[in-house]
């Protein structure tokens, strides 16, 4: 069936830095969709890309779609605290469930 | 706040027992899913409903069931449970099928199992 793996699975970032999470799927998804979980909560919907090769921003945050529609990142400029949290990316397979990675947890230093 | 709301919030249960969790879906919603999430993990699917019938499932035994009912509101069953089924157990709702948009969590039922 169809897999969605995230690289890392942890990030440890000064504040001010930037990074990126990868995000890579078995199979071609018709979307990617990510989210975010701080700590503590549930998942709250950040944004869906679509179209190959899709870039869509939200402030400091980039999300990529690969043009083989096979892999997405998300890249964070100038991370805060506000920042910490899971991001998780979610493809839907073949049966319609959104399956999700095990997600890259985001800790920041001051 | 999404609107999509659970219940119990937190529950404690010994191994062999039976658990119902309920949810209510955001207004105007008619798809439920649940989700299974184990601490440091990402969230399982377990199944969706999608006007009161099932339409997907995942690597879940059956003694993991559920309802959908008239108001989409959802039930989640879990029969004779064991150690493993300890985790959080999300409900989301949306408007159609998932994979064509956005998911609304619910803040989980944390489930203990003894």
């Known amino acids: 069936g169809q897999q969605v793996m995230q690289i890392p699975q942890y990030q440890h970032v000064q504040e001010g830095e930037d990074f990126t999470t990868y995000c890579n799927s078995s199979?071609?998804?018709?979307?990617i969709q990510w989210y975010k979980q701080r700590p503590g909560g549930h998942p709250v919907f950040l944004i869906q890309l679509v179209k190959s090769g899709e870039v869509k921003k939200q402030k400091r945050l980039t999300f990529q779609f690969g043009e083989a529609k096979k892999n997405s990142s998300l890249h964070i400029t100038a991370t805060q605290t506000t920042d910490v949290g899971t991001y998780f990316c979610?493809?839907?397979?073949?049966?319609?469930?959104?399956?999700f990675g095990a997600g890259t947890t985001v800790t920041v230093r001051a | 706040e999404t609107g999509v709301t659970q219940s119990p919030t937190h529950l404690i249960k010994t191994r062999g027992q039976q658990v119902t969790l309920r949810c209510s879906s955001q207004s105007g919603h008619n798809t439920v899913s649940w989700y299974q999430q184990a601490l440091g993990q990402g969230p399982q699917f377990i199944f969706q409903y999608y006007r009161e019938e099932e339409n997907g499932r995942g690597n879940f035994p059956p003694r993991f069931s559920g309802l959908q009912f008239p108001n989409y509101s959802s039930e989640l069953n879990v029969n004779a449970l064991e150690l493993d089924d300890s985790a959080l157990y999300l409900c989301?709702?949306?408007?159609?099928?998932?994979?064509?948009?956005?998911?609304?969590f619910g803040e989980g039922s944390r489930l203990t199992v003894l």
């Open positions: 199979t071609t998804l018709s979307n």
């Open positions: 979610a493809g839907p397979g073949n049966d319609y469930k959104l399956s």
């Open positions: 989301a709702s949306s408007s159609g099928l998932p994979h064509r948009g956005e998911l609304f």
